[in-house]
């Protein structure tokens, strides 16, 4: 890309939020989207009548347009692992190939659902899903989100190597009436593969004769999962060009399948495919992923802002910061472009955030008044999750919407301490209701966002060689002992866990 686009981006002297309302009568209508039961709203960003055309000048520049198309068709857009990046497949959009070879694993999956729903492994009500990060993440925000009440079976899901998680959630289940689901795309994660063998020691302690008959792999390399000793009719396997933290789309997703049912299960990867239709046809000003990378971009390379703040104002949402933390900082956490050279400005920002109202009485505070400037999402329901007084729903909502008007208009004050000087941008995602079908086009709009940031910043989204340096540091200390490592970490080691 060229300097002088970003440079111009950069040099703009953005007015401020108001400002842009009242110079503008239609502007909330030119920057609300509205698609899959969700309404995005990003008219409270500083993207004005010059950062639009700008952005979309960068667009073109960077090939946003054939960047999709590559995505869609299966092209290779992961070019440091040589792969193409098929979770839109798995929805149905896409490379025909690929969805075909998907539909065929999702038969399989559902087959098996079938199975254990007729009782052929016994009379089942727990299923424990052991994963971790891409193989933990979309599951347990799911289930969080969507598994609260009708729910056909108990899931639980752990991923850390903390003994204690899996104590906790093996707590309430009867080893007798569990399913261990094994997730792990690389059937080689340490974590994962730990927590298995202690799930399988958990059920023969509980008198479970031979628990791996009640062992399910979720894998993308079926043959480890057999090694390891589950049986071939109980591996479902995934494309290998899925990568992990875009998996729940594919047997990943089986504990959301079984736990919600098949329907559910479709429902979600139809609101996912909704998005992929939009986020590929759609123009660039129309565009809601695109639209909301322009904001991200702007914000992250043009205002210097590190961070940005995501809080669910739904209780059923709270996992989504966490779920968004993994999606984004592991796909555009990186510092080199696609052609191997310097990236030369700011990756991603850091993604943090929280639940409403909560958050409010702990952390906004400086989003008010702090010297960085963070731009803030909050993502709402039109419909609660419960059935307590609406005055519950009510409070929840004005909350929401105070916030963000609040941060943009501010209330001067001659007393600096109580002065709110406003001009503080916000986006709102706000759902119709939180459903399978919403929640898939929900995470499906973030995948895409994220996909046209990383275009437009010039970095491979796909790949994640920087949590492996850890890994490897740890599989050293574990083989050669305390020793050959810097003297804090020697010395930590040592006050541990002595000369192991
Ligand atoms: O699914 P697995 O192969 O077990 O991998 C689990 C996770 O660990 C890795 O270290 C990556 O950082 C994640 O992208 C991945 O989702």
Avoid at 255 to 281: C, I, Q, S
Wanted: proline content about 4%; glycine content about 8%.
């Amino acid at each position: 890309m060229t300097d002088s686009n970003w440079t111009q981006l950069e040099n703009h002297k953005a007015p401020a939020l108001l400002s842009l309302f009242e110079s503008d009568a239609d502007r909330v209508a030119k920057l609300t989207v509205e698609l899959a039961g969700i309404r995005f709203d990003l008219s409270k960003t500083h993207l004005d009548d010059t950062l639009l055309p700008g952005f979309s000048a960068l667009a073109d520049e960077t090939q946003l347009v054939a960047a999709k198309e590559a995505l869609f068709s299966g092209a290779i857009v992961n070019p440091t692992e040589g792969r193409a990046a098929e979770h839109s497949a798995e929805r149905g959009t896409g490379n025909p190939d690929a969805v075909a070879h998907a539909r065929e694993l999702h038969n399989r999956m559902r087959s098996l659902i079938d199975a254990i729903d007729a009782g052929a492994l016994g009379e089942i009500e727990h299923v424990l899903h052991i994963g971790i990060g891409g193989s933990a993440l979309g599951p347990k925000l799911l289930m969080d989100a969507l598994g609260r009440e009708d729910v056909r079976y108990n899931v639980k899901v752990v991923s850390n190597v903390d003994g204690a998680a899996l104590t906790e959630a093996v707590a309430t289940m009867d080893p007798h009436k569990t399913i261990v689901a094994v997730a792990s795309k690389t059937f080689t994660t340490t974590e994962t593969l730990l927590n298995a063998s202690s799930a399988i020691e958990w059920m023969r302690k509980g008198g479970v004769t031979d628990p791996y008959s009640q062992f399910v792999a979720l894998t993308a390399y079926p043959e480890k999962a057999i090694e390891w000793g589950i049986d071939e009719s109980r591996v479902l396997p995934f494309n290998e060009a899925v990568g992990g933290r875009y998996s729940l789309w594919c047997s990943i997703g089986f504990p959301v399948a079984l736990g919600l049912g098949w329907a559910a299960y479709e429902e979600l990867l139809e609101g996912a495919a909704a998005m992929d239709r939009h986020f590929r046809t759609a123009p660039t000003l129309e565009n809601a992923p695109t639209l909301a990378a322009f904001s991200d971009l702007y914000y992250a390379q043009c205002r210097g802002c590190q961070t940005r703040a995501v809080f669910a104002y739904d209780e059923r949402l709270r996992l989504l910061p966490d779920y968004l933390q993994q999606l984004e900082m592991e796909s555009n956490g990186k510092s080199v472009t696609t052609q191997g050279a310097p990236l030369g400005r700011h990756s991603s920002p850091v993604t943090w955030g929280g639940v409403g109202t909560d958050a409010q009485h702990a952390v906004f505070q400086l989003l008010h008044q702090g010297t960085h400037l963070i731009p803030v999402e909050f993502i709402a329901s039109k419909t609660p999750g419960h059935d307590f007084d609406s005055a519950h729903h009510e409070a929840l909502l004005v909350n929401c919407f105070a916030q963000g008007a609040a941060l943009m208009t501010g209330r001067a004050s001659d007393d600096l301490a109580r002065n709110y000087e406003g001009n503080r941008p916000s986006t709102t995602l706000l759902l119709d209701d939180v459903t399978p079908g919403t929640v898939g086009a929900l995470i499906a709009f973030y995948e895409h966002r994220t996909f046209a940031n990383a275009v437009m910043l010039g970095i491979n989204p796909f790949d994640q060689f920087g949590v492996e340096l850890g890994k490897q540091i740890a599989k050293e200390i574990g083989e050669n002992g305390p020793s050959g490592f810097d003297p804090s970490t020697t010395a930590l080691i040592e006050a541990a866990l002595g000369d192991l």
